[in-house]
């Protein structure tokens, strides 16, 4: 089966750093994305892990534990443009499981 | 270089009819997934095309059905439409043994049935 599961909504100031957890349990798992969906657009990529450990990425960072099946995105120097959907991806497969998006609202 | 383009971007359809969406991949890519998105949820996998063949499929009925041309392009075909399949519907593109960044979205094409 595939299951992913992220929080709904998280809020947080400008210049914050905000950490997006990620749990998944998915059959044909073979790397994980994080993309980042404004509202009425369609999503844009951010990180890809397939090995353990943490890739860095400007204000972006994201980790991955496949024996734990979790991940989080870790966003530094919050902005306001940083308030956005963030979407926790499975590559299953030649398919990519999209979990349901945590809202993150970047308040001043 | 144009990247994945969808088409048409927004139509309003009547429950029981067909549609039919339209998708052009990044130049170079030759693999186009499709994706449903629903108001307020991650998209779902709907199916992959990869040489003209369905390569994967998603957990949707057969109503949902497509077709790869020769030239990569795509189409998602929809019969007998119900009011719960208003959605966004993505393109995604990619080349074949490929991973990581090099999949695309288009804008989508929002479907109304009313």
């Known amino acids: 089966g595939q299951n992913i599961d992220q929080p709904t909504e998280m809020t947080a100031t400008e210049g914050a750093i905000v950490q997006i957890n990620c749990t998944y349990q998915t059959s044909g798992f073979n790397g994980l994305f994080w993309y980042q969906q404004h509202a009425g657009e369609a999503p844009t990529f951010l990180s890809y892990?397939?090995?353990?450990g943490l890739e860095e990425k400007g204000r972006f960072s994201s980790f991955l534990s496949r024996s734990k099946g979790y991940s989080y995105l870790l966003l530094k120097e919050l902005q306001m443009k940083d308030s956005a959907s963030y979407l926790c991806?499975?590559?299953?497969?030649?398919?990519?499981?999209f979990g349901k998006g945590t809202t993150l609202s970047v308040s001043s | 270089d144009a990247g994945v383009t969808q088409s048409p971007t927004h139509l309003i359809k009547t429950r029981g009819q067909q549609v039919t969406l339209r998708c052009s991949p990044k130049s170079g890519h030759d693999t186009v997934s499709w994706y449903q998105q629903a108001l307020g949820q991650g998209p779902q996998f709907i199916f992959q095309y990869y040489e003209e063949e369905e390569r994967q499929r998603g957990n949707f009925p057969d109503r949902f059905s497509g077709h790869q041309f020769p030239n990569y392009s795509s189409e998602l075909n929809v019969n007998a439409l119900l009011l719960g399949d208003s959605a966004l519907y993505l393109c995604?593109?990619?080349?074949?043994?490929?991973?990581?960044?090099?999949?695309?979205f288009g804008e989508g094409s929002w479907l109304t049935v009313v």
């Open positions: 995604a593109s990619s080349l074949a043994g490929r991973g990581r960044n090099t999949i695309y």
């Open positions: 892990n397939v090995l353990d």
């Open positions: 991806v499975c590559q299953a497969g030649t398919a990519l499981i």
